[in-house]
Protein backbone atom coordinates (compact mmCIF):
# COMPACT_ATOMS: atom_id res chain seq x y z
CA UNK A 1 0.00 0.00 0.00
CA UNK A 2 1.39 3.17 -0.79
CA UNK A 3 1.98 5.55 2.32
CA UNK A 4 -0.13 8.43 0.67
CA UNK A 5 -3.22 5.55 0.60
CA UNK A 6 -2.76 5.00 4.05
CA UNK A 7 -3.34 8.88 5.26
CA UNK A 8 -6.11 9.47 7.29
CA UNK A 9 -6.28 13.61 7.21
CA UNK A 10 -6.43 15.99 4.24
CA UNK A 11 -2.52 17.28 3.52
CA UNK A 12 -0.96 20.34 2.63
CA UNK A 13 2.60 20.49 0.90
CA UNK A 14 4.47 23.28 2.94
CA UNK A 15 8.05 23.93 2.90
CA UNK A 16 9.10 26.03 5.93
CA UNK A 17 11.45 25.43 8.51
CA UNK A 18 11.01 23.10 11.39
CA UNK A 19 13.54 22.61 14.96
CA UNK A 20 12.94 19.21 16.50
CA UNK A 21 14.50 17.66 19.11
CA UNK A 22 15.23 13.36 20.19
CA UNK A 23 17.21 12.95 23.42
CA UNK A 24 19.62 15.69 21.22
CA UNK A 25 20.37 18.75 20.97
CA UNK A 26 17.83 20.97 18.38
CA UNK A 27 18.40 20.81 14.92
CA UNK A 28 16.97 22.20 11.62
CA UNK A 29 14.44 21.07 8.69
CA UNK A 30 12.45 21.70 6.12
CA UNK A 31 8.59 20.35 7.03
CA UNK A 32 7.13 19.42 3.36
CA UNK A 33 4.13 18.35 3.98
CA UNK A 34 1.56 18.62 6.83
CA UNK A 35 -2.20 17.65 8.11
CA UNK A 36 -3.65 17.55 11.71
CA UNK A 37 -2.31 14.47 12.50
CA UNK A 38 1.53 15.02 11.49
CA UNK A 39 3.28 16.57 9.51
CA UNK A 40 6.97 15.13 7.00
CA UNK A 41 10.22 16.23 7.75
CA UNK A 42 12.93 16.48 4.89
CA UNK A 43 16.45 15.53 6.41
CA UNK A 44 19.15 13.42 5.00
CA UNK A 45 19.98 11.93 8.56
CA UNK A 46 15.69 10.57 9.93
CA UNK A 47 15.54 9.46 13.56
CA UNK A 48 14.18 5.72 13.75
CA UNK A 49 10.92 4.73 13.74
CA UNK A 50 9.19 5.28 17.24
CA UNK A 51 11.60 8.10 18.46
CA UNK A 52 9.83 10.63 20.05
CA UNK A 53 10.21 13.88 18.57
CA UNK A 54 9.56 17.44 19.84
CA UNK A 55 8.92 19.85 17.30
CA UNK A 56 8.67 23.70 17.01
CA UNK A 57 7.21 25.43 13.88
CA UNK A 58 5.62 28.56 12.08
CA UNK A 59 2.99 28.09 9.58
CA UNK A 60 3.52 31.46 7.81
CA UNK A 61 5.49 34.47 8.30
CA UNK A 62 2.31 36.88 10.02
CA UNK A 63 4.10 39.01 12.61
CA UNK A 64 3.31 38.13 16.29
CA UNK A 65 2.19 34.53 15.43
CA UNK A 66 3.35 32.31 17.83
CA UNK A 67 5.15 28.78 16.95
CA UNK A 68 3.46 25.72 17.03
CA UNK A 69 4.95 23.18 19.75
CA UNK A 70 3.89 19.27 19.81
CA UNK A 71 5.05 16.35 20.91
CA UNK A 72 5.32 13.53 18.44
CA UNK A 73 6.56 10.10 17.22
CA UNK A 74 8.68 8.78 14.14
CA UNK A 75 5.94 6.59 12.51
CA UNK A 76 7.94 5.59 8.91
CA UNK A 77 10.84 7.03 7.72
CA UNK A 78 12.93 6.68 4.41
CA UNK A 79 16.77 6.55 4.63
CA UNK A 80 18.79 9.97 3.32
CA UNK A 81 14.85 11.28 2.65
CA UNK A 82 13.31 11.94 5.70
CA UNK A 83 10.82 11.14 7.91
CA UNK A 84 7.11 11.13 8.47
CA UNK A 85 5.96 12.16 12.17
CA UNK A 86 2.61 11.05 13.87
CA UNK A 87 1.57 14.16 16.44
CA UNK A 88 0.83 12.59 19.79
CA UNK A 89 0.33 16.02 21.82
CA UNK A 90 -1.26 19.09 20.02
CA UNK A 91 -2.93 21.56 21.75
CA UNK A 92 -6.52 21.98 20.38
CA UNK A 93 -6.12 25.73 19.07
CA UNK A 94 -2.46 24.44 17.55
CA UNK A 95 -5.11 21.46 15.60
CA UNK A 96 -7.12 24.59 14.90
CA UNK A 97 -4.27 25.93 13.47
CA UNK A 98 -3.48 23.54 11.22
CA UNK A 99 -7.02 22.62 9.81
CA UNK A 100 -7.39 26.32 8.79
CA UNK A 101 -4.33 27.16 7.22
CA UNK A 102 -5.02 23.62 5.06
CA UNK A 103 -8.16 24.64 4.21
CA UNK A 104 -7.06 27.93 2.77
CA UNK A 105 -4.24 26.38 0.59
CA UNK A 106 -7.12 24.06 -1.33
Request: proline share 9%.
Given at each position: MEQSDRR???RTPR???????SNS??????????????IFVDTPNPLPVGSPVTLNFLLTN??????????????????TVGMGI?????KEE???????FIANQG
Open positions: RAPLVEVRYQPPLTARLTDISERGTPGEKPIAVEGNVAWRQEEFVQLDRSKIKL
